[in-house]
């Protein structure tokens, strides 16, 4: 007996985005990152071309954060304390591109600002040939303070900077605007709210090939239900033509599964819930593979195995 | 093509006798439309409207139970393809596999040490839903004694994993009074195994290679008399067993295809080179009615029982949290108070940050049937009435020495109708983000780190 199989029709596609710019474009990359192009529902190939699998970013900081699991600090041991080591560990433990995270203050307590933040930026682009994406602590002052200063520092190198959010995003978009760089779009869950930013943010001009379109995730176990029907929902209407949810969505489950209780800590929760460092990390390879299969471009990270992990998922799941 | 409710119900008696349990024939109708009931319900259908219905009136994905001496499970009965369009019904069963080639004592063991895990999740218990025994040993002793002790130790439902029909009846002897679930007719034993099901009353998996051979052996095996049917199409690999389960979901739902019409069987864990808690994650999402694990560790179980909660969770319902006062790092008589809804989401944003934050805090969860903060406030239901009768049925005054609570900043316009509820309280008007909790306690609340 011959099986017809049920295949379903795209009309849409996901916009291509490339983060990053090699030498001949005008950067100092050695390699860009392209996300997107999707044509049909995650890696349902029998229906769709897939160009690009989707990619693993680390997260760093300009300054070692005080407040994340010591299983991050074991994971990364001395390269946190200088934001050019990290990155250089990140690119070592397999990562697409580096997704760095401006801090509030500086070490000595004092706001962060723009002269450090070009200069953590610099030091960053000349340790690592991997595209990067910088993001500010999200104050809003104080983002479009230290993110225009980046954008103009790094100007030409197609960072991805953010974030953008629908109560300030005009500055940033500006500064991707001036200096050539694409913009994080994002918004709490809601696909009427993801669309509407995006249109915000192309309307001053920005291209949509450099908008990419957080729909935000919670954890496992802590709202990722929500993000991970939001996100199905978006694909869907991608791949139905609906041009403003056609942008590649990046999400970081790394920053919400490093949130909880489940993984940050290991003493004090309990007994039944098992070993502390196997937990942790299944929470976050977990958050981050379900993910893949609502349509994730980009997954940023913060342990490096879980990086390892999701990655052979990826492989498998990419091969065809 | 399925028929509508009132083509169905122009096939019924149309007497409203009641006896299918629906109120009238209209609303059996409107079940069997939405594939929730089946047509065996009404005793008194005619033959020629039982004909006509048959093909419509059943589930496209089949609901089949097993059951142990005290717990049952129920896969199956799936409408949709992703849960936004309606929700996923019933969970997939998450099963431990074990083989006859162990110890009887190591069974034991490692049956008990199972059932010992028990883990709350917002108020709701999760754990194992039953487990495996497969005949490894080929013999039919070993294979009876390791089903008597799985038995001995836990009263859930099982799984009888037997190549032959001598294995299978061997492992079925010892497991009267319940329903466990029989793996597996294949091409070459489909006939005994058929007739093995049959006797025992028992659910049956097919398993195949192909989807076409699949569908050829439950046709063999629906012909036979067997209706509860539990698929394995023996998958391996992520990339095939999505394409897979895809494809088995798709052939059920959009095109009505009924020899694959039944909840599937996955193992995850089996194969060279497996992350088994990953691959396990996808099934979950993608469409499994059980998941046989090779490990039981909590370390893993834990993540993806809750990853199950999350994705069967009707989003029409949001998880709620049970209104009360919760403690958040111990607090005394002089700890901050803060008011909140019952929203899961909006409780764990702002329990979460009160906690990093390292604050001793009182949180007070009002009933917001489950609303976040501005939509329950914008639907009546996040009102100053409301929160006053919170802090006093909740006893609030008698945990702490001060009158101060803190609401949320997107209810700001609450404070001065909350005064007055609350005579003597001082209203403190927080920030609009959870994420700026902690910076609010270190400047406004008296004697501030």
Same mark, same amino acid.
């Given at each position: ?92 433990? @397999? ?125 496992? @176990? ?99 | ?449």
């Amino acid at each position: 007996m011959m099986l017809e199989l049920h295949k379903e029709k795209s009309t849409g596609a996901v916009r291509t985005v490339t983060i990053g710019a090699t030498k001949d474009q005008g950067g100092t990359r050695a390699r860009t990152l392209t996300l997107g192009g999707a044509t049909a529902l995650p890696f349902l190939d029998f229906e769709g071309t897939f160009p690009n699998p989707p990619a693993l970013a680390i997260e760093i900081r300009d300054r070692k954060p005080d407040d994340w699991s010591p299983l991050l600090y074991q994971a990364w041991g001395e390269a946190m304390q200088d934001p050019a080591d990290w990155a250089r560990a990140a690119e070592a433990a @397999g990562a697409d591109l580096i997704y760095l995270g401006l801090s509030a203050a500086k070490d000595d307590g004092s706001p962060n600002d723009a002269v450090s933040a070009r200069a953590t930026a610099r030091r960053v682009l000349e340790a690592t040939g991997l595209p990067l994406a910088v993001v500010g602590p999200g104050q809003a002052g104080l983002d479009n303070e230290l993110i225009v200063a980046v954008a103009e520092e790094a100007k030409g190198e197609r960072l991805l900077i953010g974030i953008c959010e629908d109560k300030n995003y005009r500055t940033i978009v500006a500064a991707a605007l001036a200096n050539d760089h694409l913009v994080q779009s994002k918004t709490p869950m809601d696909v009427n709210l993801s669309k509407q930013l995006v249109i915000l943010i192309h309307d001053m001009g920005l291209p949509l090939d450099r908008i990419v379109m957080d729909p935000t995730t919670g954890a496992l @176990g802590y709202g990722i239900e929500y993000g991970y029907s939001v996100m199905e929902r978006l694909r869907l209407a991608a791949l139905q033509g609906d041009s403003m949810t056609q942008q590649p969505m990046l999400v970081n489950p790394g920053e919400e599964a490093w949130k909880v209780k489940e993984s940050k800590v290991g003493e004090g929760v309990p007994a039944v819930w098992g070993d502390w460092s196997r937990r942790a990390l299944n929470w976050e390879a977990l958050t981050a593979s379900t993910l893949l299969n609502s349509g994730a471009d980009l997954l940023v990270l913060r342990h490096p195995e879980s990086l390892r992990r999701v990655r052979a998922v990826v492989q498998d799941l990419a091969a065809s | 093509m399925p028929l509508t409710g009132l083509e169905i119900y122009k096939l019924l008696p149309q007497t409203n006798c009641k006896e299918c349990g629906f109120p009238t024939c209209l609303a059996f109708a409107m079940k069997l439309a939405a594939k929730q009931a089946e047509l065996k319900g009404c005793p008194y259908v005619s033959e020629e409207s039982k004909a006509k219905l048959e093909a419509a009136s059943s589930p496209p994905i089949r609901l089949v139970q097993v059951a142990g001496d005290e717990q049952k499970l129920e896969v199956g009965n799936e409408t949709v393809l992703f849960r936004h369009e309606k929700t996923f019904y019933h969970r997939p069963g998450v099963f431990l596999h074990l083989r006859d080639t162990e110890a009887v004592e190591t069974l034991k063991r490692r049956v008990t040490e199972a059932e010992a895990f028990q883990v709350d999740y917002v108020g709701i218990r999760l754990g194992l839903d039953g487990f495996l025994v497969e005949a490894a040993s080929g013999a039919e002793a070993a294979f009876a004694a390791a089903v008597g002790a799985v038995r001995a130790a836990s009263k859930k439902p099982l799984i009888l994993m037997a190549s032959t029909p001598v294995l299978a009846r061997a492992g079925l002897q010892g497991c009267a009074g319940t329903r466990p679930l029989l793996h597996a007719a294949t091409a070459e034993n489909a006939a005994a195994m058929a007739e093995i099901a049959k006797a025992a009353k028992v659910p049956l998996v097919a398993r195949a290679e192909t989807l076409e051979a699949l569908s050829e052996l439950t046709a063999v095996l629906t012909a036979a008399g067997v209706e509860d049917i539990v698929l394995d199409p023996g998958m391996q690999g992520y990339r095939q067993s999505l394409h897979t389960l895809t494809h088995l979901r798709r052939l059920a739902l959009r095109k009505n295809f009924r020899p694959l019409g039944f909840p599937i069987i996955t193992f995850p864990g089996l194969g060279e080179n497996v992350d088994e808690p990953l691959a396990a994650a996808e099934h979950i999402a993608k469409y499994a009615g059980f998941i046989v694990l090779e490990s039981a560790e909590p370390a893993a179980l834990y993540p993806l029982l809750v990853l199950r909660q999350n994705i069967y969770t009707d989003p029409q319902k949001p998880i709620q949290v049970q209104p009360g006062v919760y403690e958040i790092n111990s607090p005394d008589g002089e700890a901050p108070v803060l008011v909140t809804t019952n929203f899961s989401i909006t409780y764990f944003a702002v329990a979460n940050e009160v906690e990093g934050a390292g604050w001793p805090a009182w949180l007070v969860v009002t009933d917001a049937e489950g609303m976040s903060v501005l939509t329950a406030w914008a639907a009546g239901k996040f009102d100053a009435e409301r929160i006053a009768k919170s802090v006093k049925g909740f006893g609030v005054a008698e945990k702490v020495g001060h009158q101060r609570l803190i609401i949320p900043g997107q209810v700001a316009v609450l404070s001065g109708e909350l005064e007055e509820e609350l005579p003597g309280w001082q209203i403190m008007v927080g920030p609009r983000e959870a994420v700026d909790i902690g910076a609010f306690l270190k400047t406004m609340w008296p004697n501030g780190k």
